[in-house]
């Protein structure tokens, strides 16, 4: 491994480290909703069925578990332990945090299911426009942002049906690859959902987690460029 390489892993794991320490962070949440927080403490608001903090936790538990399930797929078709090791951390750390977006709908007395009216990243309008993806260093152009809500590809980055069929399809290097292509634009599309979280979330605590989200993924993609690389192959977009 080249010492870029070296390099990158070692931020990809301090990044991990930083969203897995915050999923510690989420019992503070469970007792300021519960009424458990120390009486100095002001308490966040409960968010409204349509507030960007709802949408969000919607949003990225639905995101994260396409994550999970890529993982899963290719960790069964592939022998490389560096992409078995990846997958396993993206499953392991993408499904808790899953939970605890889901744990806070059930806090916050909502449903797991955008209000009627409201379909995916109804909470993000411009979004769609890719205001927000602008000045991303590099990360404009979401890729699966023109593939959204077709054949399966409902937010940001995620794969379509057809594309998880391939992976599924694919053995050896080929499935490395082409889960490494899809992972990117899959980390690209989260972070850029992550980033909107930050900046419109309301809960102190999600915003922290949605930061964790960003540096985390943000490493990875250095990790899986080096590693695609290493394959003679590239990102997609």
């Not at 990809?12 to 989420?26: D, K, R």
């Not at 403490?41 to 399930?69: I, K, L, N």
Request: proline content about 5%.
């Amino acid at each position: 491994m080249s010492a870029s390489a070296r390099t990158r892993r070692a931020r990809w794991v301090g990044g991990s480290a930083v969203a897995l320490a915050l999923l510690f962070a989420g019992a503070a949440t469970v007792a300021s909703a519960r009424g458990d927080a120390a009486p100095e403490q002001p308490r966040t608001p409960v968010p409204t069925a349509a507030s960007a903090d709802a949408g969000f936790a919607r949003d990225m538990a639905v995101h994260h578990q396409q994550a999970v399930e890529m993982s899963f797929i290719v960790r069964d078709v592939t022998r490389d332990e560096e992409v078995r090791r990846l997958a396993y951390d993206i499953a392991n750390t993408q499904a808790n945090q899953r939970g605890m977006l889901l744990g806070w709908l059930d806090l916050w007395g909502l449903p797991k299911t955008a209000p009627d009216g409201q379909g995916p990243m109804a909470w993000m309008p411009d979004a769609h426009a890719g205001h927000d993806m602008a000045g991303m260093e590099g990360m404009e152009g979401m890729a699966g942002m023109e593939g959204m809500d077709h054949d399966g590809a409902l937010m940001p980055g995620m794969a379509t049906r057809a594309e998880l069929a391939a992976l599924r399809e694919a053995r050896g290097e080929k499935a490395e690859i082409l889960f490494l292509q899809l992972m990117t634009d899959h980390h690209k599309g989260g972070v850029a959902m992550a980033r909107g979280c930050a900046q419109r979330c309301a809960v102190p605590v999600e915003k922290r987690l949605a930061e964790g989200m960003v540096a985390a993924q943000r490493s990875e993609l250095d990790l899986m460029a080096d590693m695609l690389e290493a394959r003679g192959a590239a990102p997609r977009h």
